[in-house]
């Protein structure tokens, strides 16, 4: 495994919470995968049907297709996509770029197991004046009571843009991954209260992960993390790869598991 973490950055990784490797993927990778991105959002956006009910919950709005098995976030009520998940079961281009070894071997050492697949992907878009905020929060509560082994998990994030706090890159609290799960929203909101309690990050400065075109920065489920809106003229476009022992179910085949058992139900009770 040719790029496996150096003693350097595992000693990152035990003491930050997280890896960052500058300029992984070159220019004319991340403009492959760039196309096959936006090829993914003008194919959803262009089949959603008109009268899909969106909700409103937490920061975000949520329009979920059952049929395909994907959820579309959007940029409030406007027609501007905020992010896409899980999508590698529609897209083969990307689910293969899912099992590229620089991806892969640095997140071996996170797990600490030799044999991963794939637990979910993301595509964050932060489109220029328009890309929304994602608040502070952990990955972990997302997936409590959801995923096989949430807490034995790690993502790789791709910026397939250069990223700046201009236009709204990654922000870290360093460390902040060595007390576990830390203290969400006290509210009613059945997605809001996921996110970090605000007393959490008070007095605490955060680290923006300032970095070009290509890079990938590699962190696990209990990081505490965010990052503002976009208010540059620049396009701040993510891709994410979750991954995960290979015992584990992917967030696709939980979802069509509890699809099945759901029209079981609902034919016993007819």
Known sequence: MLHRLSDAEREAMVRDGYVVRERVFDLDECAAITAA??????DLVAHRRAERKRYHIGSYTFDPDWLSGVTIKWEGDSDVVHGIEPFAHINE???????????VDPAVDFIGEDDLNLFTEKLNLKRPLVGGVNPWHQDYPYWDG????PGHKVTAMLFLDESSLDNGTLQVLPG????GKARTRADKDPFGNLELDPSEAEGKRPVPVEVPAGSVV???PFLIHKSEPNTSNAERRSLLYTYQPARCRTSYEMYK???????QRKNADA
């Open 37 to 42: 991105c936006e090829s993914l959002v003008d």
């Open 93 to 103: 281009p990307l689910k293969e770029w899912a099992v590229d070894p620089r991806f």
């Open 146 to 149: 959801f995923a096989d082994e």
């Open 176 to 179: 902040s991954h060595v007390r």
């Open 218 to 220: 590699w962190f696990g």
């Open 257 to 263: 598991q509890q699809q099945k058992a759901h029209r």
